[in-house]
């Protein structure tokens, strides 16, 4: 069952990124803006040759080549990880969508598409939605497993 789960959120993360970027670029020329909720949300599209918010605008090889480890890593072995946790599975999952989402930017464009901004922070995408939500799911509940088993050993002294 955690494998379908994992693959399952990892395709659903994945086609949402590709069908809103898809929407976003036939809506909208690169670096122009439209608002959708006034001052607070609108759709800008940029274009992002370096990892989270710019860094390392040169560096799209290596990028490419750290996003397939990863997604290759989560493919490969999360089943056997997550397989007594559906939570981790699925924030594992959302990881492996979102890298998959911007590794085929970068390998068919040579950069990601952006295209959601909050005026506050960088503009992003639905992939790194997915990156985002997902490792914090992950750290939630590797936090937890900890706790878990640090009250599990206080008990037993």
Not at 4 to 27: H, N, S
Not at 55 to 63: E, V
Request: proline residues 4%; charged residues 10%.
């Amino acid at each position: 069952m955690t494998r379908f789960v994992l693959y399952t959120v990892a395709l659903t993360v994945l086609a949402a990124d590709q069908i809103t970027k898809f929407a976003a670029a036939r809506l909208l020329p690169t670096g122009e803006s439209r608002p959708l909720l006034g001052p607070y949300l609108s759709l800008t599209v940029q274009r992002n040759t370096g990892a989270a918010f710019g860094m390392f605008p040169a560096a799209t090889i290596a990028l490419i080549a750290l996003a397939a480890i990863i997604i290759i890593f989560i493919a490969v072995w999360s089943p056997q990880i997550a397989q007594s946790n559906r939570l981790l599975a699925a924030g594992l999952a959302m990881v492996l969508g979102g890298a998959a989402g911007n590794l085929i930017d970068r390998l068919r464009l040579g950069y990601v598409f952006d295209f959601i901004d909050l005026h506050f922070w960088p503009v992003f995408n639905v992939a790194d939605i997915g990156i985002t939500c997902g490792a914090i799911l992950v750290l939630i509940v590797l936090f937890l497993r900890t706790q878990a088993n640090q009250h599990d050993n206080s008990t037993n002294m």
